[in-house]
Every structure is written in C-alpha cells, then in structure tokens.
C-alpha cells in the first residue's frame, strides 16, 4: 500500500519539481554568465504555451512514439519510487528513450535523423555505468529492489566510491549537460536546430519536455540511493551533485560523439569494474 501511495505522489508532483527544478537552473546559468535570468517559474510558463499552440506534426505516428515515451518514462519514475526492482526500472527507462528515437526518425527530418542517432550513441554510453550502479548496490546491500537499498543501514556510497564517481559521470549525460548534450541541447546558443526534438512542436514538444522533469526527479532520486543510510545527508548530496551538473553545464563546451562513448566507456570500465573487482576481492 505504501509503494503505491508513493507511486502516485511521484506521478502528481514530480513534474511539479522538476519544473522548479528546471527553472532553478536556469536562473542559476544566467547569474553565472552575467544575466539575470528568467523567472524559476519560466518552464511552467514555456510548457503551457507549447500546449495553446496547433498541433502540427510531420508524421501522425510520431505523436505515438512521443505519448509511449511520456508514458514509460512516467512509468519507469513510478516503479522507482514504489520501490520496485531497479533493473526492471533501468530496462523502462532505455525503452522510454527508444521511442523517443523512434519518434524523431519517422520524420524523415535529415537534422532529426542526426539526432535520433547521437541519442542512440548516448544510450549506449550510459548504459553500461547504471547497469554496473545497479550491480554495485545490489552487491552491497545484496537487494535489487529500490526500497531495500534506500532503507538500507549500509553506507552505500563508502562501498562503491568509484560507482558513485562514474554514475556522476554519464549523469551528465541524462541531465542533457554540456560537454555531453550531443544529441539535442536546452540552451539555444549552443544549436541552430534542436537534433532529436527538430521535427516536434506544439503539444508534442511540451510533452517531452515534460518527461524530462519526471527524468530528472527519477535521476535525483537514483542519487539518492548512495546516501539513503543519511536522509539529510542524501539531500545535501543532491544538491551538490545538481549544481555541480550545472557548473560542468556552464564552463564545457560540447564534445564530438566519439569522445563521449569512449570516455564513457572508460569511466565503466576504470572506476566501475575496478570497484566491482575490490568488492569480490574483499568478500563484501
């Protein structure tokens, strides 16, 4: 009963947060360029006239792939928060962001195309650090499941230093950050056109950007996972990690996709599996 009262509470307020969370940081991007900055409230402002708009479209069925994709990334927050199996949630999550693919490539859009393949190339990035997070956690407080590890007495992050160090890595990534934002960017400047989101607009383009709130909660809460034996501390990790995010956001500029996969892939495999290796050397 539980799992789902907190299931819901994620599916009602996280786009609520994640628009905070958003507007936030857009503020705090421009006092550090010298600006003064929207409102915080900004995105909420931003999201309701993409929804007053027509809905305009280049294929019908990319309005399938794009409610697939709110609807599993929305899922994949839910199943998280309801303390469910963190691999089943991290499987949601990549399926959720293989309709987004789906959707940007039958727009027949060479810009769009583009896109839909640097995000291909992310996914294939990030993927092997979360699995390997996952595996960490597991090998610490021997639970896959969400609400065994966030309960968990165990100092998670003591255990798995080097996991938590690469997670924070391709964290960029997911956060669509600079130097790793390759696939389609939140700041203007930074893109003539908008790689996977090209094609979309209007109702379609509020709906993603909406999902990306549910994302950034989810991935919050991910962090909060190797400080979950502090509550005060996990907080205070979260905010540290998201204004280093920010920081990193702001004094990057962005890198060619082939250094992003390799250095991904090397982050995996240095601080990643090493760790793995001194957990099973040590009998953890």
């Known amino acids: 009963m539980i799992s789902i009262v907190w299931a819901i509470v994620f599916i009602l307020l996280a786009p609520v947060a994640g628009g905070l969370v958003a507007g936030i940081d857009r503020r705090i991007t421009a006092r550090m360029q010298g ?21 305009i479209v280049v294929n019908e069925t990319q309005i399938f792939y794009v409610i697939c994709y709110f609807i599993f990334m929305v899922f994949t927050g839910a199943l998280f ?5 963190l691999l089943l949630t991290i499987f949601s999550l990549t399926l959720a962001q293989i309709f987004l693919v789906l959707g940007a490539y039958v727009t027949y859009s060479p810009y769009s195309h583009i896109g839909a393949e640097r995000e291909l190339i992310q996914i294939m990035a990030y993927e092997p650090m979360v699995i390997l997070a996952a ?23 003591l255990f798995i230093p080097g996991i938590f160090l690469g997670f924070l890595y391709v964290l960029t990534i ?15 400047h930074q893109e ?14 509020g709906l993603i950007e909406v999902a990306h709130w549910y994302e950034t909660i989810f991935l919050l809460g991910f962090v909060y996972l190797f400080f979950g034996f502090n509550p005060v501390l996990a907080i205070i990790a979260i905010t540290v990690v998201y204004l280093l995010e920010i920081l990193i956001d702001n004094t990057n500029a962005r890198v060619k996709w082939q250094l992003a996969l390799k250095s991904s892939w090397a982050i995996a495999a240095t601080f990643g599996v090493v760790n793995l290796g001194v957990l099973y050397l040590t009998g953890v």
């Not at 003539?192 to 383009?205: A, D, Y």
């Open 35 to 55: 600006r003064y900055g929207p409102p915080i409230l900004q995105p909420f402002y931003d999201v309701g006239k993409l929804f007053e708009k027509e809905h």
């Open 81 to 85: 928060f309801s303390g469910a199996d």
């Open 135 to 157: 595996v960490g956690m597991f090998v610490v407080t021997k639970s896959f499941n969400v609400s065994d590890i966030a309960s968990s007495t165990i100092p998670v992050v």
């Open 174 to 188: 997911k956060l669509r950050k600079s130097p790793f934002d390759i696939s389609t960017s939140h700041h203007a």
């Open 192 to 205: 003539i056109v908008k790689g996977i989101t090209t094609e979309f607009s209007g109702p379609s383009l």
